[in-house]
């Protein structure tokens, strides 16, 4: 619902009231569970009530600065950086991550993004645990003119094993499924059924039903190289289970381009 925009009005789907907001200066709008209450609301909007801030905590690992060590406020983390020698610090969603990042050391998290982690429960580190260490994983990624390339990486060390692209007028849902059947393909070569990591469902969609489903893809390239890994799927029998990678409580994936 938009009190302020383009044209003020009652949308029943985000991209319709984008459309109304994405560079209004000032504009006003919130999302509702049912059309009476937005009705409500546009009608009244004096009676909404303010919608409370949910700011998660964050933990700001410190490991060189003024005094090493985890803060939950960036003023007290930032306070041990400023005129320290070479420092290194990076933020986490999770105080758990933080904690054994912290008796880690920085050289296993450098280079990627830890913000969007949160804390796992017992029940979910039963259900998900930790990463296989004895694993690849895969990853893609598009710069910001659509060049897209893929790659696999040992999940422990993050040793590169292959590396693809960049492709023009790729997209990373193509880059994740031809990541996947690549290292797929790279096990079998060297007689491996060890897992592979990705992080992305549609990619392990594709390569289960064994097709692409892209109507954006209009790089001939990209698309000889999808035929030829459906081909491959087709001819081809595998033992390596596909996992996904859970970013919310293990970070990103070691395959990760470190461009978010």
């Given at each position: ?48 009530a ?52 912290y ?10 993004s ?29 710069n910001h ?19 693809v ?24 070569k ?56 859970q ?14």
């Amino acid at each position: 619902m938009v009190w302020e925009g383009h044209k003020p009005g009652i949308y029943n789907s985000w991209s319709s009231c984008q459309k109304q907001v994405r560079g209004y200066a000032g504009a006003k709008f919130r999302g509702f569970v049912t059309k009476a209450e937005a009705e409500r609301a546009f009608a009244n909007p004096e009676k909404v009530a303010p919608k409370k801030s949910k700011k998660k905590t964050m933990y700001y690992v410190v490991w060189q600065g003024n005094k090493p060590g985890i803060y939950d406020r960036w003023e007290d983390a930032k306070k041990q950086i400023e005129g320290a020698h070479r420092p290194r610090y990076k933020a986490f969603g999770s105080k758990q991550l933080a904690e054994k990042a912290y008796v880690d050391g920085p050289e296993a998290y450098e280079g990627k993004s830890y913000k969007k982690t949160r804390d796992i429960s017992p029940e979910e580190l039963k259900k998900y645990g930790r990463p296989d260490p004895n694993t690849i994983s895969v990853d893609a990624a598009c710069n910001h003119k659509g060049d897209m390339e893929y790659r696999g990486v040992i999940t422990d060390s993050g040793t590169e094993i292959f590396r693809v692209g960049p492709y023009k007028k790729g997209s990373n849902n193509v880059g994740e499924f031809l990541a996947l059947v690549h290292g797929l393909a790279y096990l079998k070569k060297n007689r491996s059924d060890i897992p592979i990591y990705s992080d992305s469902k549609i990619a392990m969609n594709w390569v289960r039903q064994r097709q692409v489903r892209s109507k954006a893809m209009t790089n001939p390239k990209l698309i000889e190289l999808c035929d030829r890994a459906i081909q491959w799927l087709n001819t081809n029998t595998y033992k390596n289970p596909i996992i996904k990678w859970q970013t919310k409580f293990w970070g990103e994936i070691p395959a990760d381009f470190g461009r978010k």
